[in-house]
């Protein structure tokens, strides 16, 4: 279990990253890491078991422009690394979670239809200036976004760790009603207003305008 932590904005910054990875250190105790790229600031907290040694993150590509945070698992990753060599990349580590880079640069966003596993991520494409964020469809590892006012964009493992970078908390009275009519909440649903949760099996994106305006886009991972 790790934690994940991203904003992008024109007031992104990697202090408000690290004050969510600090509200995270329970799940990431083994250490953290950031990268930033001026608008977009990622961040992990990382529990490591697989490769404790070069297994950190952000992951990069070999060129820089494809960024990755991951928490959880992916699954059959061998013959994906293998193939992955074949085409000529150069992974940097034994850790499953690197596929998901080389991946990217191949295939684009069509990459998470080839991932199979428990996971969340997060992945900033340079080529296109976006960000994407997923989870498998069993939702089994979490994440949660908030989109501001000021055009503004921070997910996180966590809805703590979104207020620990300034969102503020407040009770939803639509969630508690959810909660107290139907003993769960909606998928997309938490308890905190402006908080939402990225459904299991979803996909976003969002993308910065020269003008600072900030796009969404939701839909289902095709597999």
Known sequence: MCGLVAI?????????????????????????????????VLGHARLAIVDRTLGW????????????????EFYGTKPLRQALKVRGHCFRSHSDSEVLVHLWEEFGPSALAKLRGEFALI?????TQTLHAARDNFGVRSLVYHQGADHVLQLASESKALF???????LSPSAVVQAFSHQYLYPDHTMFTGVRRLPPGGHLRAQLAGDGRLTIHLETLQS
């Open 57 to 72: 993150q952000p992951l990069t590509s070999e060129d820089g422009r494809i960024v990755a945070v991951v928490n959880g």
């Open 8 to 40: 992008l904005g024109h007031t992104a910054d990697a202090p408000r990253v690290r004050r969510g990875l600090a509200a995270l250190r329970h799940r990431g105790p083994d250490g953290t890491g950031t990268w930033s790229r001026g608008a977009c």
């Open 123 to 127: 992945v900033w494409d340079g080529h």
């Open 164 to 170: 620990a970078m300034g969102v503020e908390r407040a």
